[in-house]
RNA sequence: GACUCCAUCGUCUAAUCGGUUAGGACGACGGCCUCUCAAGCCGUUAACACGGGUUCAAGUCCCGUUGGAGUCGCCA
């Protein structure tokens, strides 16, 4: 059995988009799933819309998503001469003939054949004029005159198009530039491509690609194409669908397993399993399964798939991970323990790294700049909380060492000592070292936080007075 | 308009060769837990687009209708 070879082929005229990426993911794990080859191409033949910025942007998004390639990114730009002796030989052996004709005159014959209500094509006038090659004349094939084009889909099944519905493409421009169709045919395969899957905008594109492969005598790829992401209102995904760059999701704080699990969950499906690791993909995905129906995009979701990724990483890559998220928001970032403690404390609070740095906020500021809520401090850190803030600054000063087991020790024992209730006195702690009652378990909160900040926190609370109204 | 593709809860989807009280997940709602907020657990809500066939039996096969999407470039 031949070697499985897959590629993904974007053209750099913008960032990675997310459904560009989702079918990435769907060749990446095809190749890798079959131990195959992966590979890249930048098609960057519109001159006037490519950008090295969008060429290195598409990279880092592919890095950054986990999706590796198998050799050097192939540049269509910098393969004239393969185009080039493609298009001879399509003149040498009669498939391929130029075309005199101006834009304007094919205009001409499609806005004629729209009024007549019939499908707009080129008519071939200029198949059977012998003509040479001259400025502004470009080359195109000569599709055969009757039959169908027929070919089974991997996710759409058998699909079989007229060849009385295509009109003679242009394979090469006036410019000299190949035109899609060519350069893919050319490229796909002299990467040995075995497997071509891509959005189903280019279904149409297909019949005509497999005439070229013909013409040329080249093997023709299994295609397989993946149904487009719709938004929520099942139109195609805009921006408020949440439907981004891929970079703006890394910027929000999304973990790119989670984003390559919700992408290769949308479309497809491994029974009733919803979270996968990327090694689990990797396992099951085999091309099958894939569905032929177009999905909408739930940001609600991948949300919701974000957050499971976080939860179920080990607390040191989450530390790692929400690093550059602290920084960014300008907090100090802490030492690796306390940095720990706080992922600890918040991971089951937030669903993004960015909420996650975000909500430690309350414990890395200087106690100077802690703010109380209103509405909590007035009812918890009232005249009874006096004290109790008094007794939590004694026995927190002394206890040692200041870990969340003994501050819980010694919390628990000062509440029994005293016929109090947990949950009578909880609040007033809570209060006093977040601000308002919110956050984690208060005995990791105190050790992040330290012995010397928990009774700066202790004593700027015994110091609150309700603002009188007036 | 022509051609092509698509059609299960609001959304993502499952349902081996036709036989299921049509299952799971997200969301929403309710409950439990609980010092708070979450998380977690439990539960409720909700779907085979419509009409014909074939068959003992159709979400599943066939035809049609309706609806949606894509393409119809010397863009990719």
């Given at each position: 059995m031949t070697q499985v070879v897959t590629r993904f082929a974007p053209s750099p005229t913008g960032h990675l988009h997310i459904g560009g990426a989702r079918t990435a993911i769907f060749s990446w794990l095809l190749a890798r799933h079959n131990g195959g080859k992966f590979h890249l191409r930048i098609e960057d033949t519109d001159l006037a819309r490519s950008r090295q910025e969008y060429t290195d942007s598409i990279l880092a998004s592919m890095q950054w998503l986990g999706l590796d390639w198998d050799a050097p990114p192939m540049y269509q730009t910098q393969r004239t001469q393969a185009y080039d002796e493609a298009v001879e030989q399509l003149l040498r052996t009669g498939h391929a003939y130029w075309c005199a004709c101006t834009p304007e005159e094919v205009e001409a014959m499609r806005e004629k054949a729209r009024a007549e209500g019939t499908k707009p094509r080129y008519d071939g006038r200029c198949r059977d004029r012998g003509l040479g090659k001259a400025p502004g004349s470009c080359v195109r094939l000569r599709l055969p005159d009757r039959g169908v084009i027929a070919f089974r889909d991997m996710v759409k099944g058998d699909i079989g198009v007229d060849v009385a519905e295509l009109d003679d493409m242009v394979i090469r421009r006036a410019d000299g530039m190949p035109t899609y169709n060519m350069a893919v045919v050319v490229d796909d395969s002299a990467l040995g491509v075995t497997h071509v899957l891509r959005g189903d905008d280019h279904i149409s594109n297909t019949p005509r690609q497999i005439v070229l492969y013909q013409a040329l005598g080249l093997p023709v790829p299994i295609f397989g194409h993946v149904p487009m992401i719709l938004g929520s209102n099942r139109q195609k995904l805009s921006k408020r669908d949440g439907a981004r760059a891929v970079i703006e999701y890394e910027q929000d704080g999304l973990l790119p397993d989670a984003l390559v699990n919700y992408l290769a969950r949308l479309g497809w499906s491994h029974g009733n399993q919803e979270l996968f690791s990327r090694e689990e993909l990797v396992e099951f995905f085999?091309?099958?399964?894939?569905?032929p129906s177009a999905a909408a995009f739930d940001p609600a979701k991948l949300d919701w798939c974000n957050a499971q990724h976080m939860r179920s990483m080990p607390l040191e890559t989450l530390a790692d991970r929400v690093r550059p998220f602290v920084e960014a928001i300008g907090l100090q970032i802490p030492g690796e323990r306390a940095l720990i403690g706080l992922c600890k404390l918040f991971r089951e609070r937030a669903t993004t790294l960015k909420a996650l740095a975000e909500a430690f906020r309350p414990l890395l500021i200087g106690s100077r700049d802690l703010a109380y809520a209103a509405k909590d401090a007035t009812k918890h850190l009232g005249e009874t909380a006096g004290p109790h803030l008094a007794a939590f600054a004694e026995i927190f000063g002394q206890?040692?060492?200041?870990?969340a087991d003994a501050l819980d020790a010694a919390f628990n024992a000062y509440v029994a000592d005293n016929g109090l209730q947990f949950k009578t006195v909880a609040p007033v702690l809570r209060t006093a070292l977040?601000?308002?009652?919110?956050?984690?378990?208060l005995d990791l909160t105190m050790e992040v936080l330290g012995r010397e900040e928990t009774l700066a926190r202790l004593a700027k609370a015994a110091a609150w007075r309700p603002e009188v109204a007036g």
């Amino acid at each position: 059995m031949t070697q499985v070879v897959t590629r993904f082929a974007p053209s750099p005229t913008g960032h990675l988009h997310i459904g560009g990426a989702r079918t990435a993911i769907f060749s990446w794990l095809l190749a890798r799933h079959n131990g195959g080859k992966f590979h890249l191409r930048i098609e960057d033949t519109d001159l006037a819309r490519s950008r090295q910025e969008y060429t290195d942007s598409i990279l880092a998004s592919m890095q950054w998503l986990g999706l590796d390639w198998d050799a050097p990114p192939m540049y269509q730009t910098q393969r004239t001469q393969a185009y080039d002796e493609a298009v001879e030989q399509l003149l040498r052996t009669g498939h391929a003939y130029w075309c005199a004709c101006t834009p304007e005159e094919v205009e001409a014959m499609r806005e004629k054949a729209r009024a007549e209500g019939t499908k707009p094509r080129y008519d071939g006038r200029c198949r059977d004029r012998g003509l040479g090659k001259a400025p502004g004349s470009c080359v195109r094939l000569r599709l055969p005159d009757r039959g169908v084009i027929a070919f089974r889909d991997m996710v759409k099944g058998d699909i079989g198009v007229d060849v009385a519905e295509l009109d003679d493409m242009v394979i090469r421009r006036a410019d000299g530039m190949p035109t899609y169709n060519m350069a893919v045919v050319v490229d796909d395969s002299a990467l040995g491509v075995t497997h071509v899957l891509r959005g189903d905008d280019h279904i149409s594109n297909t019949p005509r690609q497999i005439v070229l492969y013909q013409a040329l005598g080249l093997p023709v790829p299994i295609f397989g194409h993946v149904p487009m992401i719709l938004g929520s209102n099942r139109q195609k995904l805009s921006k408020r669908d949440g439907a981004r760059a891929v970079i703006e999701y890394e910027q929000d704080g999304l973990l790119p397993d989670a984003l390559v699990n919700y992408l290769a969950r949308l479309g497809w499906s491994h029974g009733n399993q919803e979270l996968f690791s990327r090694e689990e993909l990797v396992e099951f995905f085999d091309g099958t399964n894939l569905n032929p129906s177009a999905a909408a995009f739930d940001p609600a979701k991948l949300d919701w798939c974000n957050a499971q990724h976080m939860r179920s990483m080990p607390l040191e890559t989450l530390a790692d991970r929400v690093r550059p998220f602290v920084e960014a928001i300008g907090l100090q970032i802490p030492g690796e323990r306390a940095l720990i403690g706080l992922c600890k404390l918040f991971r089951e609070r937030a669903t993004t790294l960015k909420a996650l740095a975000e909500a430690f906020r309350p414990l890395l500021i200087g106690s100077r700049d802690l703010a109380y809520a209103a509405k909590d401090a007035t009812k918890h850190l009232g005249e009874t909380a006096g004290p109790h803030l008094a007794a939590f600054a004694e026995i927190f000063g002394q206890c040692e060492p200041f870990t969340a087991d003994a501050l819980d020790a010694a919390f628990n024992a000062y509440v029994a000592d005293n016929g109090l209730q947990f949950k009578t006195v909880a609040p007033v702690l809570r209060t006093a070292l977040m601000g308002f009652m919110g956050g984690g378990h208060l005995d990791l909160t105190m050790e992040v936080l330290g012995r010397e900040e928990t009774l700066a926190r202790l004593a700027k609370a015994a110091a609150w007075r309700p603002e009188v109204a007036g």
